[in-house]
């Protein structure tokens, strides 16, 4: 059974730094590509940033780059994203993904909340 669990969210000020970390368990972690997808309260999920198996393409939203970094730890089947700047508006449940080598969406985490306060 395939598991990805997320941690390492919490209520942090404007301008703070937050590491979400994303335990993967059931599947050959290093050889999928991995994601980070957040939805803000009323709003659609969007697309954070990825990172391919190996760890050497790595992809950014426009509202995430330069402030926020994905990396991963395939000895631990663990990927992380590194938040920095954080805004108001990064307020959200933060999901992590697994992609099939076909580059679909197929396992999910159950999400862990980050609150900005300004």
């Known amino acids: 059974q395939v598991q990805l669990v997320e941690s390492g969210g919490g209520l942090v000020q404007a301008g703070g730094s937050l590491r979400l970390s994303c335990a993967a368990s059931?599947?050959?972690?290093?050889?999928?590509?991995m994601g980070w997808f957040r939805r803000a309260p009323g709003k659609e999920r969007e697309f954070v940033a990825s990172i391919t198996s190996s760890g050497v393409l790595i992809n950014y939203a426009t509202s995430a780059k330069d402030r926020f970094a994905i990396s991963r730890d395939n000895a631990k089947s663990t990927v992380y994203l590194q938040m920095n700047g954080l805004k108001a508006e990064d307020t959200a449940v933060y999901y992590c993904?697994?992609?099939?080598?076909?580059?679909?969406?197929?396992?999910w985490g159950q999400g862990t909340q980050v609150t900005v306060s300004s």
């Open positions: 993904a697994a992609y099939t080598s076909g580059g679909e969406l197929r396992y």
């Open positions: 059931g599947l050959a972690f290093s050889t999928f590509r």
